[in-house]
């Protein structure tokens, strides 16, 4: 099994967003009202080139974020700012490990927010696996009204329901195995969004966490401060704690979406 980050371009958003200020309601607002920009922060998505098949995490941006500039909800306007290339979107980048469309069995997205969904339309015949949850917050206008890009989805897009069962893996409440072989699992790590889920990947006795925007880096997670667009304080405080018991337990390469320091990690497996 390889592991393989893939850097599709990068985000600037704002530091309240990245680190929450503040409780509920007021730390949610607090990231329109910040005039503090983060720098370039990446969005890797993952590769995992399984014996079964290989498996993409989230599907990184798209060049049609580009327009975010002219959007009309508030947040894709004013909160964030996205630079890539056609040549950064994840197809072409597959294509330069030797892996085609066709060769790609399974994506998994962590959840539906526009840097994770935004390389979709390079994966027609894969099958595509979503929380039910997430793909109901994400679909329609209301989706639209939540900051989700549903109109930005491939015309085929339908995804399979990722339910994970009420089993417990470790310090997660729901998982469910992604491989035969039972070392590709989901586990359910809301917080960020509602039904957000994680992905953890153990290979010779190491664990790597593919952990979407579960937190923006390392040290946040270990520091247990959550975001500023988790919608509840508890659900998010108690995911980065199940995380930080998961490592405890184990050596666990912890990889967020956005962290600079990630594909490092990846590489050291740190
Ligand atoms: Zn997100």
């Not at 980048?93 to 935004?118: F, K, P, Y």
């Not at 997660?172 to 957000?196: C, E, K, N, W, Y």
């Not at 880096?217 to 508890?234: H, K, N, P």
Request: aromatic share 8%; glycine share 10%.
């Amino acid at each position: 099994m390889k592991l393989h980050a893939i850097q599709t371009g990068s985000v600037r958003i704002k530091m309240a967003q990245v680190q929450g200020r503040g409780r509920g309601l007021r730390r949610r607002l607090g990231v329109f009202g910040d005039d503090q920009w983060t720098a370039w922060l990446p969005t890797y998505a993952w590769v995992i080139d399984h014996p079964e098949g290989v498996i993409v995490v989230d599907t990184g941006q798209g060049t049609h974020l580009l327009q975010s500039v002219h959007s009309l909800h508030p947040y894709m306007r004013w909160q964030v700012m996205f630079q890539i290339e056609p040549e950064q979107e994840i197809g072409p980048q597959l294509h330069g490990l030797g892996i085609g469309a066709r060769d790609v069995q399974r994506v998994v997205l962590t959840h539906l927010h526009c840097d994770h969904d935004g390389g979709l339309a390079h994966f027609p015949h894969s099958e595509i696996l979503v929380s039910r949850g997430e793909l109901s917050a994400a679909s329609g206008w209301a989706g639209r009204l939540r900051g989700y890009l549903p109109h930005r989805w491939p015309s085929w897009f339908n995804p399979a329901a990722l339910d994970l069962a009420s089993e417990a893996f470790g310090p997660f409440a729901t998982s469910r195995r992604l491989t035969t072989a039972g070392d590709v699992i989901a586990v359910g790590t809301p917080g960020h969004t509602a039904h957000h889920v994680s992905v953890v990947v153990e290979d010779q006795g190491t664990r790597y966490l593919l952990a979407g925007d579960a937190s923006y880096t390392e040290r946040l997670m270990l520091a247990g401060q959550i975001d500023g667009v988790s919608a509840d304080d508890e659900v998010a405080s108690a995911t980065l704690r199940a995380i930080r018991d998961f490592a405890m337990d184990r050596p666990t390469v912890y990889l967020p979406t956005h962290d600079p320091a990630s594909a490092e990690r990846l590489a050291q497996s740190r």
